[in-house]
């Protein structure tokens, strides 16, 4: 025990595992000592991380076993990628526990909600920390049992959402582990990552690589392998939603897919570029054409969720320092206004009582710092400068045009279509988010939401900081860059210059032009006013209530698309569903088999003796 906490990398992983393991064990009466265990825990770890990316940290090696030639051996070390995401994964972690102290209240597991909180904040810090294969996917394993225990806590519906998410995840971890076995054959025996180096030249490899990808982008919330993502966001808690969805698994998604990109595989094949991109663009334009249509707050931004996952898989396919600069940059950014989104998409919830649009409206006045912060988010998300989405989309953009003319074959040949799907994704993603705001914050207040008030500074605090954060890191863009994303990715600032972007100037002519359109609309004339007119009936104001729901009903009833929505709607394109199906099918073709009538058993005898007999015969 001395020897784990006597380095400080050892200790941001530990200790919150530690103290999270606890807390599932204690009862739920003292939920007091677990809020205030987590909040103490998850500042200490931000703290760790602060100094562990300011000054570093000396590795930490601990031996494990050593038996014969067997050596197995916890390496930890701060590498400049992994730094700079612990940094924000533990300032996420402590955002959300702060959230928590208020927004969870009432759930019925306080305890186990703040120890899965806790043991996902020291899983994603071993991740992140991991120079060893195993001891990654063992801490991936415990973010993993963390979604499950944490989207339990969700109280009725949730545990159907945590078994989805469990089984789906699992399952793309089984792949991780095989893969994991590849890569230890091809790389001389070896886990350890910085001694690994594989050229995507054969079979094998290309396997290998295929099997980690799954892993990494079923973690991200990439389609196909998605769908866990929305029901978790329909049923779970908005601060669970928050910590992993949006950010964390976002964060430790792509980290390892630039992993395996950069650093485990040297890609030599085109094809697997190609294979990203179709991927990347696909989960962009199709998820997002799905969340144009939801009616729930938080399944709405689920679907959004996945969405921005394909800016990041499309990034990373360019392999052009600007396009993987612009993913893992887009990466931050995502885990900022998606976290910011979910936390107003709590609040609301939390004020309101429901997540549905329909029974939402007019809360822009009585939620006003819910409204600003969630408007900045959505400007954010949907690219619109000065917000920081936009810069790291327009890196995106750039890594694909440069693509286009510094490579030949494969997904370079296609950039056109790349450059298309990102830039339309962009504008469905801000026709979505106009019926979002419209929905919730702007169109008159149902008569049962008079009292709505705003929530506590508890909930609000973390909004704010995010909010504020889209705007720093849209505005004065170069400071992240030059602090986290290049020095992460050992890029010359040089060689991922991507054209000209006045950002302050811009700034300034932005608000200069919203306090011209103020001043004009307040000096000016009031414009007359008359009552609503229905089939010749005055209505009242009370009474006059339009949704947003059906902004683009249109959109779902075109010929083609309406097919399609019906399709996904009932789960046509779901995995998981389509598996269960096939293993119902499978048990129930065993079940025929093994009837149990002797009769039966002999035909299946006799069949199988015919099929030995008519192969023998061949072969002779």
Known sequence: MDNIFSNVLSVCVFLPLIVGFVLLFLPNRINLLSRALALIISAITFILACRIF????????????????????????AQPLSKFILLFAMGFGLLITLYSLKSAAGTKQPNVYYGAVLLTI??????????????????????????????????????FAATKSFAMIGASDAAFLLGIMMVWVLSNHTF?????????????????????????ITKAGAMPLHTWL??????????????????????????????????????????????????????????????MVQHNLKKLLSYHAISQVGYMVLGIATLTPVGIAGAVFHMLNNAIYKCCLFLCGGAVGHAAGTAE?????????????????????????????????FVSKWMVYQGIIRMGTEQTGGAAALWPIWLL?????????????????HSVFLSRTPSELKHVREVSPAMTIPMVVLALLCITFGVFYHLPLKTFIYPALEIEPGTAIFGVWQSRLATVLIIVGIVLAWTILHISKKVRTVPTWTCGEVQKNDEMIIPGTHFYKTVSSMAGLRQLYTA?????????????????????????????????????????????????????
């Open 357 to 389: 649009l329909d029974r939402l409206g007019g809360l822009g006045k009585k939620m006003s710092i819910t409204f600003v912060t969630c408007l900045i988010a959505a400007l954010s998300i949907s690219g619109i400068p000065p917000f920081n989405g």
């Open 568 to 620: 996904q709607e009932k789960g046509w394109f779901d995995l998981y569903n389509q598996s269960g199906k096939v293993g119902r099918a499978l048990t129930d073709f065993l079940r025929w088999l093994h009837s149990g009538v002797l009769p039966t058993y002999l035909t299946w005898v006799t069949l199988g003796l015919l099929v030995i007999l008519f192969m023998v015969c061949k072969i002779w």
């Open 192 to 216: 350890v990552i910085s001694e690994i180096s594989v050229a995507t030249t054969s079979a094998l490899p290309i396997i290998a690589f295929l099997l980690l990808m799954t892993a990494a």
């Open 230 to 291: 929305p029901t978790s966001g329909e049923y779970a808690p908005a601060s669970v939603m928050a910590l992993l969805p949006a950010a964390l698994d976002k964060l430790l998604g792509i980290y390892l897919l630039v992993i395996i990109v950069r650093k485990i595989f040297v890609l030599q094949s085109g094809a697997l570029s190609t294979i990203l991109a179709i991927i990347g663009a696909a989960t962009i334009i199709i998820a997002v054409m799905v969340a």
């Open 421 to 437: 799907a990102a830039m339309f994704g962009s504008a469905l993603t801000l026709a979505s988010f106009v019926k979002l705001i």
């Open 54 to 77: 300011k000054a570093g940290a000396p590795d930490f090696a601990w031996r494990l076993l050593d038996i014969g030639g067997a050596k197995l051996d916890l390496l930890l070390t």
């Open 122 to 159: 020291g899983g994603t810090a071993g991740i992140l920390l991991s120079n060893h294969l195993l001891f990654l996917l063992i801490f991936w394993e415990i973010v993993t049992l963390s979604l499950y225990l944490l989207i339990s806590t969700g109280g009725r519906n949730c545990n």
